[in-house]
Nanobody, 125 residues
Framework: QVQLVESGGGLVQPGGSLRLSCAAS????????MGWYRQALGKQRELVAS???????NFADSVKGRFTISRDNAKNTMYLQMNSLKPEDTAVYYC???????????????????WGQGTLVTVSS
């Protein structure tokens, strides 16, 4: 089994910073793509940023220049550094991992499109 656990959300004033973490647990051999999505109240879930196992990144236009995504493949952990936060960044942030390879004993497993439970980020004065 694979679990994704996010942490680091909270309340921050406009202009402030937060760092989100997403840790994948399990007998993981590799994870292809990891990403952060967010869903604001009454809106659809949207991609914030993604990163491949080789470090290629992609960002939503609304966060370019303010957010940074990184990952530690040895720890199966991904991070989202959010700077210059705005009220419109308020949302539940979800971690996603796609194409996860595991080995349990002699058996290999592959999981696609796994989601974390979400962490709330509130930007408000």
């Amino acid at each position: 089994q694979v679990q994704l656990v996010e942490s680091g959300g909270g309340l921050v004033q406009p202009g402030g910073s937060l760092r989100l973490s997403c840790a994948a647990s399990g007998s993981i051999l590799s994870i292809n793509i990891m990403g952060w999505y967010r869903q604001a109240l009454g809106k659809q879930r949207e991609l914030v940023a993604s990163i491949t196992s080789s470090g290629s990144t992609n960002f939503a236009d609304s966060v370019k220049g303010r957010f940074t995504i990184s990952r530690d493949n040895a720890k199966n952990t991904m991070y989202l550094q959010m700077n210059s936060l705005k009220p419109e960044d308020t949302a539940v942030y979800y971690c996603n991992a796609d194409d996860i390879r595991l080995q349990i004993g002699t058996m290999g497993y592959r999981y696609l499109d796994v989601w974390g439970q979400g962490t709330l980020v509130t930007v408000s004065s």
